[in-house]
């Protein structure tokens, strides 16, 4: 696979919608964190139940999300974004990710995540934008 | 008992089982491992002698570097349980084929069988104790290590000194010895796949690129890496010196022993040769030496003196015993040689390398480990061999000079360690700062090269925001080669694409550049398109090259952006003109622009202040600093944009005007532009509002502030110390001004810190000590709140005491999920701050349970409170967070004279507490 350059990370984040409102000198500072992993057909990203230590952008091919029962859940494609919700709740990942295809994710830790978020509140509510457009009638209780 | 012993080892509760199953493990191996090894060593000196050990010094060399290659690769491809066991099937296999040569008689007569059991049993060893840390690393973080190290080293001393037992008793031949071996290793095996079946290992979440590269690339990588790390580079080179020490000294004592106890034995008898007995001897006296020194000497040590003071004393040892070994061969000098060898060696050094190996980037942890472990120990014994084999070179005098250089090395990357662990930090250090030029000079010329094409074909795709992003970066790299390029594009290009363009060079330095210019007017006459138009005669507007007889027809023109642009360009006419013309024509644009600003529209006020940015004059300032308070926060934020391209001329005015505006300011851009502009006026009575204020800032905004604070330079420093020592004021504001007096005076802070900090950490224990013991979920949760907040400002003033770069850094990565970049923060302030401050936080900072935590509370001398004192003296806290907590629980539980309490609080309180008071006193 040719290698990701800052700037074609910079230009895969910008297209996503956490980080679409941000600047470029940002996003060159944000993608400048960011690892690259290269998954074959039928890899597994992670599993139900392992440590949650970092969250992926698609940047090449398809993955399917599966329930600790192996039921397929949600397909993923280029420019989705996964794994950010064991990030915040600190608990493993419930559900197991595989490429479908040759896959090539990029990766942000959770202290880098966060450390961004403290900084760029935008990349905060582009997050809430997306779990309540997920969750849309989700019950008012704590 | 189990206390005692818990204490004794160091262990925290909860602890006992993991350290247990890992000494076992250590033990078991060292038994098998050493047994063979140092059995080997001892037929090989009987039946070939001493003589001959260059030639299996070079065997094992050639052997374990193409072993180490191997290693390096399944590291990065196998799980390191899955190699160790690996390795040890292969011992057990070893061991069972030379108890077959031993029963079958097989080779017992020729020198073969003597070569391999010494080649196989030296490379066996090193193999296993790469596995073995490596195994075991993955279980702990630097501060565990630092407690429970020593006792798996120990362990694995007291297997060798068992290995030295039996070679001293004698009882047992190498026969029955080599079945034992392979027992031995076949229980480590079962072993280890309970432990990696039950123990759960700590996490690295820093090795994002690990699983990522292929396999050439990440050599390519890592020899980059080792290359741009001083301290790995020294790390590497103590241990090459090491190693090449370790052959020359174990050379020189067997040389010496081999001329002390000469004699030959037949093959059976050589468990009760002289020297055999007298190698158990000494191997078992050091192995319970190194045994006790592990066990209750080298974690304490470490942790009063730090790794620093234990790096030198090998070398000095060493230095120490080749000075006297050249002078007189006595066997003093043979044996202090096997003391450092068998000694020291293993049981400071080798505990020190598995400590060090934490100030080497987290990536190349492992890899670093296997290159030393596994090809400098043969490339070492190779060089020693190499060296030892040259008959003009005396092997004492190679020691002595070897022991000299890793003196000189060993204080060198004494000098390295704590800059190399808070590097390892900064990978999580984010340069928020950085701009698209910063990062493009980041670039090799190739890589500007292949950025600049990249950009560029991307403003040939159809993807319009690509487009623009990629023209926005093509911009800001202002390069003026690249410019003729991108203008080329743009021609190419639709019209909303020149419009963009043409946007985009608004705030660019390279607005005013010919090409640019060229290309604008000649659009200007190609183009019709109303919006195109519009953008262009403003861009032209702008830089001055419209003429106000041209555009006075426009003054009315609907399109906002041609209206503002025929504005502009009367105010800024005074060239060429007849001065009365020129005054009818400002006069003109004032009235156009006064218009602009009294009309409701937000976008005409923002044309306005626009106008007014350009060529503005003191005049327009004082119309600017009135739209600083608008309700509408575009009209802030282009008023603040307005003033920052004003030059201040009367700062006693403005000074007041532009603090109320900041209090008042509703985005962070404009609280920025607003500091941007306090910063060339501000005088010393406003820094400590202008502080105070900025508790609830954005993390950029306050670093502005702090730069703000900071280019006052030096005569404010008596003012930031009282802030910072003022106990009354936000920790978050002290914080602030800590910091700028780090950077402006960082003696005088250090000079106060123990003072400053002593009433810091008595607040974080109490806090800690009732978080754990109230039960109500508020309280906790305030008591939480307020622990973080003094942890975090105890942190970060010790980290800017220590003239840590980002001190920011140390708090957020003390929260991390991941104990390995804790552990990291607690090695940086071990390193950086004073040792009786150290020791006074520890408590709070390490990994211990919460009990171990809070007893410290009471043993500072702490008061627990019982619920209504607590509360009472939460009332009386600087932190709102306490304050609204124990309101809200005394309005709760009705507590006598609650209302009275607070209405006296309320006065000169802050404004969100004064809302929380009047809502609680209404309920």
Redesign the interface.
Known sequence: MK?L????K??VL??TPLF?ELD???I???A???????FEENETVFLFGD?A??MYFVVKGQLQLFDEEGQAMQELKPLDFFGDEALFN?RPRYYTVKSMTESTLL?L????L???I??C?SVAVGLLQVYSSAHPLRARTL | MAKLLSRLFNLFPGEEKSASLLALLGFLWAVAVTSGLKFADALFLLHIGSASLPVAYSISAGCMILIAAGLIYAFHTFSTHRIFIFALSCGVIFYLFSFSCFYFRIGLNEDWLWYALRVFGSIFFSVIVTCFWTFVDQYFHLQDAKRLFSLFSSMIFLGVATTGSIMLLGLIEFQQLSLLIAATLTATIFLIIHIHKTLKPV?D??N??L???SYE?SIKSFLKGVLSSKFTLLLMCMNFLIYISLVTTEFNYFASFDRHFHTTVNVGDEADAKLTLFLGKALACVSITNLIFGLFFFSRLLRKFGIGMLLPITPIILLITYIGWNLDDALIFALMGYFVVEGTLYVIDDSNFNLLLNGVPARMKHKIRVSIESFFEPVGTLVSAGLLSLSWLNPKLLGLLLSILLLIVALLLRKSYVKAIYLNLTV?L???Q???LD?FHTFSKK?KK??ES??LA?LRQKDS??KN??L??LI?IEDRTILKKVIHEVELSDVHEKEEFIRLLEDSPMKGDILIVEAAQRWLMEYQNPSLQSELMWYLAKIGLTHPDKVIDELDNPQLKIQGSAILTLKSSHADLDPDEAWQYKTKAYQKIKELLESQDTDKMVMALKILASDASQHDLEIVLTYLQHPYAAVQLEAAKTISQISLKNPGKTLPRLMHALSRADLSETRLLILKSLKRIIDSAHIEPLILQSTHF???EKRMVEEVVVSQGLKNVPLLLTLVKERSFHEKARLLAGKALGKLAVYQLRANLAGILKHEIDRAFFYLYHYHTVDNSLLKDALKTGYYSVLDFIIQLLGTAGEIEDCELLS??MR???LK?RSQVVETLEKSCEPQIFREIVPLIEESPPEFKISYYLKRGGKPLILKDLLCKMVESSSVADRIAAFTLLQTENHTGWQALLKKHMLGSEEIFQHFAYELLET
Request: no cysteine; net charge negative; glycine share 4%.
């Open positions: 290698k350059s800052l700037i074609d910079a230009f910008k297209r679409s470029l000198d940002l060159l500072t944000i400048d964190k960011l690892g690259i992993s290269v440590e230590t970092k600190e990766t830790s959770r202290t880098n966060l450390t961004i403290s900084e509140p | 996490h979440d820093s994002i690129e699983d990522s590269v690339e999580n984010i340069h928020f950085r701009t698209v990062w890589e292949g950025i990249r950009l991307i925001g690509s992003f990629a926005q970066a800001q954005r993390p950029i957020r990565s991390s999920q991941n970049i």
